[in-house]
C-alpha cells in the first residue's frame, strides 16, 4: 500500500515557475476582459470568454482552470474583478454561474483541444463549442435558480433562453473562432512555457 502511495507522489508533477507565470498573466487578461466591452446592439458583451478558452488552450486544461479559478477566488474575496464589483455576495448574483463555467469550460476545453501534440482547427473549435455550451448551461440554470429561488425576481424559461442565450451567443460563437485562430498562431510560442 505505501509502495502505491509512493508512485502516486512521484507521478504529480510540480508547477514550474514559468507555469506559474503563465497562470497569473491569463488570471490578470481574464480580469482586463472582463472589462473590455465590444458595443454591439442589444447586447454588449466582453473578452472575458476568448481569455478564459484562451487560457484552456494554451495553457492545457488543469493550469487554465487553475488562473480561471483563481480569478474567481480573488473576486470572492473582494477584488472588484467580475463585472458588477466583487466580494462572496456574488454568489448570489444570477451571473455568477457563467464564471463558475469558465473554469469548467476552461479544462473542458484545453484536454479537448491538448489531448493531440498537434490539433487541427476543426479539434480546437470543437473544444471551444463545447466549451461554449458549458458556459451556457452553468450560466443559465445558475441564473434561473437564483432568480426564481433566491432573490425572488422570477425569471421564465422562454425571457431566460432570450436574453441570456439567444442574443449573447453570437458574439461568442465568433470569440470561439478568433480563438481558435489565436491558438494555433500562438502555440509555437507558448509550448515553451508548458
Same mark, same amino acid.
Given at each position: 500500500?505505501?509502495?502505491?502511495?509512493?508512485?502516486?507522489?512521484?507521478?504529480?508533477?510540480?508547477?514550474?515557475?514559468?507555469?506559474?507565470?503563465?497562470? %497569473?498573466?491569463? #488570471?490578470?487578461? !481574464? @480580469?482586463?476582459?472582463?472589462?473590455?466591452?465590444?458595443?454591439?446592439? /442589444? $447586447?454588449?458583451?466582453?473578452?472575458?470568454?476568448?481569455?478564459?478558452?484562451?487560457?484552456?488552450?494554451?495553457?492545457?486544461?488543469?493550469?487554465?482552470?487553475?488562473?480561471?479559478?483563481?480569478?474567481?477566488?480573488?473576486?470572492?474575496?473582494?477584488?472588484?474583478?467580475?463585472?458588477?464589483?466583487?466580494?462572496?455576495?456574488?454568489?448570489?448574483?444570477?451571473?455568477?454561474?457563467?464564471?463558475?463555467?469558465?473554469?469548467?469550460? %476552461?479544462?473542458? #476545453?484545453?484536454? !479537448? @483541444?491538448?489531448?493531440?501534440?498537434?490539433?487541427?482547427?476543426?479539434? /480546437? $473549435?470543437?473544444?471551444?463549442?463545447?466549451?461554449?455550451?458549458?458556459?451556457?448551461?452553468?450560466?443559465?440554470?445558475?441564473?434561473?435558480?437564483?432568480?426564481?429561488?433566491?432573490?425572488?425576481?422570477?425569471?421564465?424559461?422562454?425571457?431566460?433562453?432570450?436574453?441570456?442565450?439567444?442574443?449573447?451567443?453570437?458574439?461568442?460563437?465568433?470569440?470561439?473562432?478568433?480563438?481558435?485562430?489565436?491558438?494555433?498562431?500562438?502555440?509555437?510560442?507558448?509550448?515553451?512555457?508548458?
Amino acid at each position: 500500500m505505501d509502495y502505491q502511495k509512493v508512485s502516486l507522489i512521484q507521478k504529480n508533477k510540480k508547477i514550474t515557475t514559468k507555469q506559474l507565470i503563465m497562470c %497569473s498573466l491569463f #488570471t490578470a487578461l !481574464i @480580469a482586463v476582459g472582463t472589462f473590455i466591452k465590444i458595443p454591439i446592439p /442589444v $447586447l454588449p458583451f466582453t473578452l472575458q470568454f476568448l481569455f478564459t478558452m484562451m487560457a484552456g488552450l494554451l495553457l492545457g486544461g488543469e493550469l487554465g482552470a487553475c488562473s480561471v479559478f483563481v480569478y474567481m477566488l480573488l473576486g470572492l474575496i473582494g477584488l472588484p474583478i467580475f463585472t458588477e464589483g466583487g466580494g462572496i455576495g456574488y454568489v448570489f448574483k444570477p451571473t455568477f454561474g457563467y464564471i463558475i463555467g469558465f473554469c469548467i469550460a %476552461s479544462y473542458v #476545453t484545453g484536454k !479537448i @483541444a491538448n489531448k493531440v501534440s498537434n490539433p487541427t482547427y476543426k479539434r /480546437v $473549435l470543437l473544444g471551444n463549442f463545447i466549451g461554449l455550451v458549458i458556459v451556457y448551461g452553468f450560466g443559465m440554470i445558475y441564473y434561473y435558480i437564483i432568480c426564481n429561488f433566491v432573490i425572488n425576481t422570477p425569471i421564465g424559461v422562454w425571457p431566460l433562453f432570450l436574453y441570456c442565450f439567444i442574443l449573447a451567443v453570437p458574439g461568442d460563437i465568433l470569440l470561439c473562432v478568433i480563438s481558435a485562430v489565436l491558438y494555433k498562431r500562438l502555440i509555437p510560442a507558448v509550448k515553451f512555457f508548458r
